[in-house]
């Protein structure tokens, strides 16, 4: 996964993801390709939110908030 940093807009998708192991987000043009993360790749104008990937509650056995 190849993450751009900086605010500006991809030409044709970006992606937000989530570490499974600390939750930090993470942004940047082009494709989800770790399956290991919570990750989504869009094609519209800042589509790239936080609200895309779901956070886990370790208090909760790693159930999604």
């Known amino acids: 996964m190849k993450m751009v940093k900086g605010a500006r807009v ?3 998708k970006c992606f937000v993801s989530r570490d499974s ?3 930090q987000l ?7 390709n770790d ?3 919570d990750c989504k790749t869009c094609s519209e ?3 790239n939110e936080e ?3 779901p956070k886990h509650c370790w208090i909760n056995d790693k159930e999604i908030c």
Do not use: D, T
């Open 10 to 12: 991809c030409k044709s």
């Open 45 to 47: 104008k800042y589509c």
């Open 21 to 23: 192991i600390n939750g």
């Open 26 to 32: 993470n942004f940047g043009c082009g494709e989800c």
């Open 35 to 37: 399956p290991k993360l």
């Open 51 to 53: 609200r895309l990937v």
